[in-house]
């Protein structure tokens, strides 16, 4: 069973930075050969896509978070990350990770959340 958590998030000002880990297990050679990405959901809104890294390191972000956030990851520990620099308070939301660009509902953890204040 796959499992992904999904860690770092707290309060922080606007201007400051925050790293976001997600860990996964069950996913065995699966998460070595797959495309992995990070969502947020604010409240009352729908769940967005934020960030994707391809199983061979290439990136693309959403064009709000471009030149603040990257994301990486390191497939010894199976883990990604998303490094947030520069946040503003739109970035107020729950962060998840899942597969990319199409996720599996079955893979959504419990988020973590980020919440930036003024």
């Known amino acids: 069973q796959v499992q992904l958590v999904e860690s770092g998030g707290g309060l922080v000002q606007a201007g400051g930075s925050l790293r976001l880990t997600c860990t996964a297990s069950?996913?065995?050679?699966?998460?070595?050969?797959?495309?992995l990405g990070w969502y947020r959901q604010a409240p009352g809104n729908r769940r967005d896509f934020v960030a994707g890294?391809?199983?061979?390191?290439?990136?693309k972000y959403a064009d709000s978070v471009k030149d603040r956030f990257t994301i990486s990851r390191d497939n010894t520990k199976n883990t990604v990350y998303l490094q947030m620099n520069s946040l503003k308070p739109e970035d107020t939301a729950a962060y998840y990770c899942?597969?990319?660009?199409?996720?599996?509902?079955?893979?959504w953890g419990q988020g973590t959340q980020v919440t930036v204040s003024s």
């Open positions: 899942n597969t990319w660009p199409n996720w599996r509902t079955d893979y």
């Open positions: 890294i391809t199983s061979t390191g290439r990136t």
């Open positions: 069950g996913m065995g050679n699966m998460y070595r050969d797959d495309n």
